[in-house]
Structure formats: structure tokens, C-alpha cells
């Protein structure tokens, strides 16, 4: 008979152990027999107010929330993002090269990286050393956009200042392979339909395309540059119909930036995050062979509550369930409150408390429930019966099934699991998170 591993999480009580009954009859959650997108992985993004809340933590608890991150027994991440240059949770504003007209990079630099990132990237390695980067900038240098400033504004369209971009990030692949770090993904402009208060630069879907297809692509093949270009974050987005901003639809952004076969030649995969999920659906339906992601979970706002970890779930089915391969969190850790440098507080799995504890918040067990018993290279099965609608499953490259399985509801859920051949009666608690393993 077969055995199933069961992990459980309630707001008053995470990560617990259950039992499942072997029985018969018409199962409310079966594998349909379908198979589906690959796992790349999962992660979240190493950001300079996540270093700086761990190094206030005291030695064991930050050894300990570390190994909550990546090691075997905890969420295990094995990919995750790094801003090239400053975002909203840097501790500072700043960019790899603020030397006015340095087309030729000459100035290029990480030196600031090695005093936060790096470090914090490096102990995600020591327990996770197969661990890789993708990696995107929320502003260029300042002297490369229309008017001098980190928040707000464009990328010049001049082709000189685009030729030095492309290689901008050229020298930021290199910088970062010689520090024994491996970034796999270049994805060209984080929320480029956002013009933000915080590090941004606004980027319509015309400009990506023609920066991809002219300078970036080109840049990167010349030059041997082992790094894959994606056509992402995209930020916005419709989930049914047409856009009531006729400039955020599908048609207008992530077809405009496909159709094109020269830029498609270098697009390697698309990232979403936030209304970009309205996106994704159509994406995928239109180009199914194209590798698509998740690039930044929703952030809520800063009181980590269970309900909140419970609509994350439900941003994970969307996502997975419309053909996405990886799923990144945004902040790992943050000081207790979790504000940005402009004052939006912000969830986070761990926090760092005032007297230097470290705090498990709801979405830690979200992402473990998953990223714990998943592993690059699993397979998503498809699902049927009534509990499906709550439900994902994957299948590991060592054979085993996994289930993750919600009960949004206030009370316990009898529910009946077939994962092929043998049949258990699981009993979900009330509004938890359960993962089940075969």
C-alpha cells in the first residue's frame, strides 16, 4: 500500500503532520492523466534591506532563517532574482556606472553589490551552491534616461546610449560569473508601464522590442554572452476582454513584443508579476512552446496576515495553472514592519524583529508548502474533480507525486485524494494549506 506524507499549515498552527485514511469511492481530487509545463524553480529576490535585517538578527536565528530559505529542510530555493542596481528595498538609490556618457562602460562597477548583495547571495550558496540568478534593473544609470533621476522618466531612444545599455548589461553578466555567480536570465525592464516614485523607467513594449531585437540580442550574441534574455517583468495586463487602457492589453504589449520574428529570435521566456497575471492566460494560449515565470509575488501590506498567505495560494494556482515554470517571492526578510525606502510597508516570509528575532510570517509556510516538495525539473499534472479548483500537483524527477491543496473555508473539508491506483480520505482543516506527497 502506498504511503502519503502530509504537512499542514492553520494560521495558529504551521507546518504539522497529519494522517491520511485509505478508502474507496468516487474521489473529489484525481490526476487526469495529463502532463504539463516544467519546474524551473523557485525563490525570491535578494534585496539590500533583507542583508541589512539579517545582520541585526542574532548569529544562530540568522544561521537558522537562512536554512529556512535554502536549505534542504526548508524551502530549498534554488532560483532567485538580484536587481541590477537599486530598487525600492535598496537602502540607497544607486547604478553600476553614474559616470556621465561612459558609453564604453570604462567605469563599469559592482563594488556597491559586494557590500550587500553579493555577500547575502553567497550565503544562499553555501547551502544551496547549485543556486542561479535571473536578474533585471529598475532603473539604468541616470545619465541614460531622459532626465537625470532614478524615479521616473524613459530610456533615451538615442542608438549610441541603447549600444552602451546592452552593454551594460553585458559587463553586469561578466561582473557577476567572476564572482562565481551564475545569472541565467536577463529580464530587460522590471514594471516597464509603471512610471514610479521609487527606482523605475518607463519602457513601452515598442521600445523593448527594438532594444531586444537591435542592441541587447546582438550585444549578447557578438559577444558570447552565456545568459538568456526575457522579455519581462510585465506589470500589466488583462484577465478577460479588452483593457479599459487600450495601451495595456495583450495586443499592445506582449504580442506587439512577439510577433516581431527578429526580437523573437533572442526572447527566451516572458515574466509577470502583479496585473501581469492577466497576461498570462492569453501568453500561453498563443505561444505555447515559450518559456513563461513568475518574477515577483504580490506584497501585501506589511501585517503578514494568514488571509493574505491564502490569497497568495491563490495567485500560485493562477499562475502555475496557466503554464508559468517558476515562482519568485519579493522580499525573503525584512526588519519587523517592513517599509520601502518611500514608506509602503510590505509583507515578507521572515522578519527581524527590534530585539534581533527572527520571525516566521504565513508566507514562509506558502512557499515551503511548495518550493519544499517540488524540484526543478517536476513535471505539473493535470487535476480533476470539484477540489481541483484548490489544488496543483506535481510530479518529481525521482517519481514522487506531489499535492498542494487549499481549504479557504472556515471549516474542516473531507476530501477524497486519488493520485492513481489507491484512495485517501484527508480531512482538510479549516482555511490551511496542506501538502501531500505520495
Known sequence: MNQLKWMTSREDAPWQPRAAEPCTGAPDLA?????????????GCFNERGWEALQRAETRQREAALDALFGDD?????????????????????SHDEHDGDLAMAHFSI?????YLIPYIQAAMRRRPELTLFASPWCPPTW?????????????????????YALYFQRFVEAYAAEGLRVEQIHVQNEPYSNQKFPSCLMPAEQMRDFIRDHLGPQ????GVACEIWAGTLEKGIQHGWAMDESHGYAQLAHLILMDPE??????????????????????QAWPDLPLMQ?????GDGTNSWAYALYVFDLMWHYFTNGVGAYTYWNMVLSEG?????????NSMLCVTADGQVRYNPEFYVMKHLARFVKPGAQRLGLRGPWSAFALAFANPDGRTAVLAANPYPDEQPVTLDLGGQAFRCVLPPRSLNTLQS
Open 338 to 346: 517592513g517599509e520601502s525606502t518611500w514608506g509602503w510597508k510590505q
Open 263 to 284: 526580437a523573437r529570435r533572442f526572447i527566451k521566456g516572458m515574466g509577470f508579476q502583479w496585473d501581469g497575471k492577466g497576461l498570462v492566460q492569453r501568453v500561453h
Open 31 to 43: 490526476l487526469d492523466g495529463t502532463r504539463h509545463q516544467r519546474i524551473k524553480g523557485f525563490g
Open 220 to 223: 549578447f550574441e557578438r559577444a
Open 144 to 164: 541614460m534616461k531622459t532626465f537625470k533621476a532614478y524615479n521616473h522618466g524613459r530610456l533615451r531612444p538615442e542608438s549610441a546610449v541603447l549600444d552602451a
Open 111 to 115: 563594488a556597491r553589490d559586494r557590500q
Open 295 to 299: 518574477t515577483e509575488n504580490e506584497c
Open 74 to 94: 526548508g524551502c530549498g530555493f534554488t532560483f532567485c532574482r538580484v536587481p541590477i542596481g537599486a530598487n525600492d528595498y535598496a537602502l540607497d538609490w544607486y
